[in-house]
């Protein structure tokens, strides 16, 4: 699928960082974290579920900024709105993985700029987090973490995190909630989704 493919996508929906973010997460959530013969209608059909799902991890990203976020969240439920109202059921897994290729370049920059750096520099037990970051990002794109869905542009689902965790690195139960909340906080990894962006090569090696 090309740039364009999908005529009713409107590209205002992402001309800022903002309203960019807000269909990019929308869009991992939809991908990999709903039920499309159940959750899909009524996520459209109820404006505060979707921005339930939204909330928490878009105010992550934009710092709490009510102007922003106001404009992230809607311009996520205008995109779920139009998935439905021009997209079947069957073809919503295709059409989600179409958008992602078509737009990654745009998703891409707005999600690196907001990836919360200053979360990634704290130490945790023994281990320094950048290093330990970029060992897990590594390790995530190299598939040595058990995944679910991957789409092609490179998103994916992890199955197991936390026993992962626990098996590949020795870390305690503790230790693997601090570490995930961490990833989340800094925006790496949320609702077990890693989003594309964070395992490129060239944003992994500017970890520090």
């Known amino acids: 699928m090309t ?25 991992l959530i939809l991908q990999f974290r709903v039920r499309y013969k159940t959750d899909i209608h009524l996520l459209c059909g109820d404006d505060s579920l979707m921005g339930l ?11 709490d900024d009510e102007d922003e976020l106001k404009a992230a969240m809607d311009a996520g439920k205008v995109f779920l709105k139009a998935l439905v109202a021009h997209t079947s059921l069957p073809e919503h897994e295709a059409v989600l993985d179409g958008i992602e290729l078509d737009f990654y370049g ?18 945790l037990s023994d281990y320094e987090t950048p290093a330990f970051i970029k060992t ?33 690195y020795g870390l305690s ?3 693997v909630r601090r570490f995930m909340e961490l990833l989340r906080i ?23």
Do not use: C
């Open 3 to 27: 740039e364009g493919t999908v005529s009713w996508f409107e590209k205002e929906w992402i001309d800022n960082d903002a309203k960019a973010l807000g269909v990019y997460v929308a869009l």
């Open 53 to 63: 799902r939204l909330k928490p991890y878009l105010a992550l990203l934009l710092h």
């Open 106 to 123: 745009t998703f891409k920059e707005a999600y690196l700029r907001h990836v919360n750096r200053e979360a990634m520099a704290v130490k």
């Open 136 to 168: 897990f990002l590594s390790d995530v794109a190299s598939n040595r973490f058990s995944k679910g869905k991957v789409t092609s542009a490179g998103s994916s689902i992890l199955l197991t995190p936390f026993a992962d965790f626990i098996e590949l």
């Open 173 to 175: 139960g503790d230790d």
């Open 186 to 208: 800094a925006g790496i990894m949320f609702l077990d989704v890693v989003p594309a962006p964070v395992l490129e090569t060239e944003f992994i090696e500017q970890i520090t």
